[in-house]
């Protein structure tokens, strides 16, 4: 194990992000498979990077993933409202943090989610 460091965040936006995110990662995935979360804290930023090696999302879809209600085409036979990353997205940048996701179908993906310590509402 490295140096411990801490960083003071939003304990609502924090499970609301990972639930959204792992219970995905878990969804979308391979019973056998592994999921994968990093979590990186530095002076100003935590970075959390959660991957899997599930159904991946169609590169056509990506620019559409995170609006209400949305279902990609592959994921359609998988239970889910298509809401979760609508309001993992939104939970973020309200803490003026960031998201952003690599996928390729077949292959998997990684969503790397950043908050700001210095956020006034963090």
Partial sequence: MGD????????NTVRT???????N???YSPDSSTINLIVTVDQDQ?????SDRGIGIPTAEQGELFAPF???KNAENIPGTGL???????AIEVHGGKIEMA????????????????????
């Fill in 46 to 50: 935590v970075v959390f990077t959660i």
């Fill in 84 to 90: 979760g990353l609508s309001i993992v997205k939104k």
């Fill in 103 to 122: 996928s390729q179908e077949g292959q998997g993906t990684t969503f790397r989610v950043t908050l700001f310590t210095h956020s006034p509402l963090i």
């Fill in 70 to 72: 949305y279902r990609a």
């Fill in 4 to 11: 411990r460091k801490e960083a003071c965040l939003d304990k």
């Fill in 17 to 23: 992000v990972l639930q959204n995110l792992l219970s």
């Fill in 25 to 27: 990662a878990i969804k």
